[in-house]
Each structure stands twice: as structure tokens, then as C-alpha cells.
T-cell receptor
């Protein structure tokens, strides 16, 4: 039972444009959501997070939007840069940030010149 | 951000032997650490939650006698894969919770021949 889903396995975006990565979840107990960036053979790097009491959180080029009624969140990267090319995972936890994370299947982002 | 290290970064062992992987939080104290596993082209799957000074909590389907976890101090957790078999070959990643975020180590690539 995949509780966190990223339905797009890959995404290609031109440099300077906006990248939008999507994530859906099924467990209504999730109250904290995070996005991680990962390169092959490396651990995930934290990007940005959002609590379920908010619907938007912004940090530099990264913005995360949360739609609780649709159980959907998205990560916007603007402008996209070649260095953003990586696999992006969304993750969710129930019971706060110190709780275990359930990861999505990942989306590979390719930013082209 | 907080830094988590893992050692070794990669290991090759013979079937039937045991392998120990160390996870250290370098600049913060982690009451709770988590161990994940990632098979090729799959998501990160939580194996167990490690709490300092107490027994680890294992996820369903993870054999606690095969994957021994010790969280001896606030900065060190170890995972020992006992009697390793080729199907245990995977990428093992640990994380520690700090200031409302989980920070991940670089991972350990285990190959069992």
C-alpha cells in the first residue's frame, strides 16, 4: 500500500523555467511533509518542509504548496537550474517531525540548457 | 544544516558473514535515529526506529534478529546485518532528527556475494 505517491517518474524542464513536482498521499494522519533531493549513491538532502496547518511555505527558489482537502502537495522550483537535476522525493510523517518518514517513489528532474 | 556521517560508504562481503554499519550525528545529538533501505530504482523504505538507550522498533517484515540495531549514545547508532545473503544487498541510509527535520547520512552500499 503506497501511502505517498509521485505519479511522474521523470520530468524535463528547460533552464530558467518553472519545475513543478507533484505528490499525493492517502493517509489523513500525516501532519508534516518534506521534500528531499537525492543524487545516486548519496543520502537525501533536505530541501523544504510544510506543516499541515499551512498551505504554503517558501524558501528562496523553492515553494511547497499543500492542499489538504485533495491530499496533494507540490514543489515549485523557479527558476530551474541545471544543478537542480536530481531525483526528488516527497515524504510525510504523522505525529511530528521526529516521527518516521514515509517516502514517495521519487521524480527524476532533468533541467536542460 | 545538521551533518550525519556513515561508515563504511561501501562494503562487499561474503554470504553468511556479518557487517556493521555506523551512523553518527556530527554536530547534534540525536535521541532518535532511523534506518532506511533503498533497492535500485525504488523508494526509501523505513526499516527501524532507533532510540538512544532502548530497543529499536522494527517495521513490519523486517527481521530484528537479522538486522541488529544499537543506539549506544546520542551521536551513534549501528546497524549490523547478520548472516548476510545476496538479497540483503542494498543501499542503507540512516537519519537523525534535529530541529524539526530529519537529516540523512550519505548511505552505505552493501554488496553480498
Amino acid at each position: 500500500d503506497q501511502q505517498v505517491k509521485q505519479n511522474s517518474p521523470s520530468l524535463s524542464v528547460q533552464e530558467g523555467r518553472i519545475s513543478i513536482l507533484n505528490c499525493d498521499y492517502t493517509n489523513s494522519m500525516f501532519d508534516y511533509f518534506l521534500w528531499y533531493k537525492k543524487y545516486p549513491a548519496e543520502g537525501p538532502t533536505f530541501l523544504i518542509s510544510i506543516s499541515s496547518i499551512k498551505d504554503k511555505n517558501e524558501d528562496g527558489r523553492f515553494t511547497v504548496f499543500l492542499n489538504k482537502s485533495a491530499k496533494h502537495l507540490s514543489l515549485h522550483i523557479v527558476p530551474s537550474q541545471p544543478g537542480d537535476s536530481a531525483v526528488y522525493f516527497c515524504a510525510a510523517s504523522a505525529g511530528g517531525t521526529a516521527s518516521k518518514l514515509t517516502f514517495g517513489t521519487g521524480t527524476r528532474l532533468q533541467v536542460t540548457l | 544544516g545538521a551533518v550525519v556521517s556513515q561508515h563504511p560508504s561501501w562494503v562487499i562481503c561474503k554470504s553468511g558473514t556479518s557487517v556493521k554499519i555506523e551512523c553518527r550525528s556530527l554536530d547534534f545529538q540525536a535521541t532518535t535515529m532511523f534506518w532506511y533501505r533503498q533497492f535500485p530504482k525504488q523508494s526509501l523504505m523505513l526499516m527501524a526506529t532507533s532510540n538512544e538507550g532502548s530497543k529499536a522498533t522494527y517495521e513490519q517484515g523486517v527481521e530484528k534478529d537479522k538486522f541488529l540495531i544499537n543506539h549506544a549514545s546520542l551521536t551513534l547508532s549501528t546497524l549490523t546485518v547478520t548472516s548476510a545473503h545476496p538479497e540483503d544487498s542494498s543501499f542503507y541510509i540512516c537519519s537523525g532528527s534535529f530541529t524539526d527535520t530529519q537529516y540523512f547520512g550519505p548511505g552505505t552500499r552493501l554488496t553480498v556475494l
